[in-house]
């Protein structure tokens, strides 16, 4: 079993920043791409950032400049930092991992989230 799970959200002002985190535990081979979305009340979910395994990143444009992704492997885990926050970024954050397993299997795995909000 692979488990996914999201930690860093809270509350902080406009023009702050927060490190969000995505860990991967389990019975894991590889873990491939990784991204991060958020859903923000009413609002469909979007695709933030991601990063491959090799550690290339790209960014939504309304985020770019602004979030950095990175991940270390050691530790099977994937940070999101974002910084110059905006209340427009308030959101439920969650990341999406794909993972080889030890079966040789791949699949998507989702986290629970973890609640951004920036006040304004």
């Known amino acids: 079993q692979v488990q996914v799970v999201e930690s860093g959200g809270g509350l902080v002002q406009a023009g702050g920043s927060l490190r969000l985190s995505c860990a991967a535990s389990g019975s894991i081979f590889n873990i491939n791409r990784v991204d991060w979305y958020r859903q923000a009340p009413g609002k469909q979910r979007e695709l933030v950032a991601g990063i491959t395994s090799d550690g290339s990143g790209n960014y939504a444009d309304s985020v770019k400049g602004r979030f950095t992704i990175s991940r270390d492997n050691a530790k099977n885990t994937v940070y999101l930092q974002m910084n110059s926050l905006k209340p427009e970024d308030t959101a439920v954050y969650y990341c999406?991992?794909?993972?080889?397993?030890?079966?040789?299997?791949?699949?998507?795995?989702w986290g629970q989230g973890t609640q951004v909000t920036v006040s304004s």
């Open positions: 999406n991992a794909r993972i080889t397993t030890l079966l040789l299997r791949e699949s998507g795995y």
